[in-house]
């Protein structure tokens, strides 16, 4: 399966091992002086240890590898001791990965680890990538409980905005809160023409956005769509289109993706008007 993972530039690393610590997962280890990937199993993704690399070593691609294993993780880490966890919980967290922070959690419940509330003081998270991409889901946020490890606590949103971010680019398509939802694609037009727009189509749902006449790299688009389907198993596409011509090319992108997914998931596609009125809204 296609998902994000780590790529270490052995030219440009100089064996520091400034990033391994960072590492909460234990993906990484200094090894004939590099730093090394040494388990797809381990590597969430997220990036915790770019910031902390002074060479600019280590970026994010995505590629085939193994899926990422939240149980095994833990078994690794527990040994390791209560900031260890701490700071690898913590770090779900930061990263709104709420999925992946409920099975770490169940993990140490079912097995009587119980953590101290308080987040540690003797680790810190650097700034890993552009903050504007950092992944952030609305619809819950962690907190802690006195006396029990940490929980989780719906808020009312201000909106019926689910996530961040929403730019089709900037999208992990495994992100938590594409798992068996409705997912709407709308042309970047659509929510300024319409004044309802997520009461008609954003409430409930998950979105992405894209121009399909003026962004690049349109391949990626379908191969993102594409994971959605397959990989974190969406229930449906809501294509929101604006009238005009070149917005068709939303729908073909996510016609294409179904295709090459293999998953016959319904599509629903919704024009709008300049004015922002639906003018026609069925399922393709």
Known sequence: MKRKIIQIDEEKCNGCGICIPNCHEGAMQ????KARLI????????????????????????????????RKVMEAMVPK???TILAHLDHLRDHNETEFLNQAINYLKENNIMMTPEKS????????GCPGSAAKDFRIEPVVETGHALSLQPIPPASELRQWPVQLHLLNPQASYFKNADVVLAADCAAFAMGNFHERFLKGKSIAIACP???????????????MIVDTRINSLTVVMM??????????????A???????????QAIVSLQGEVIEEDWT
Do not use: T
């Open 39 to 70: 388990s797809d199993l381990f590597c969430d993704g997220l990036g915790a240890c770019i910031g902390h690399c002074p060479e600019g070593a280590i970026e994010i691609i995505e590629r085939e590898a193994e899926p990422y294993d939240e």
């Open 213 to 227: 006449k003026l962004d690049s790299n349109k391949e990626s688009y379908i191969q993102k769509l594409s994971s």
């Open 243 to 256: 009238e005009v011509p070149c917005c068709g090319g939303l729908l073909q992108m996510a016609e294409a």
């Open 258 to 268: 179904r295709a090459n997914a293999g998953r016959n998931i319904p599509i629903k």
């Open 30 to 33: 200094l090894i004939d002086g």
């Open 81 to 83: 001791g209560r900031n």
């Open 121 to 128: 003081e003797n680790h810190s998270h650097g700034e890993c």
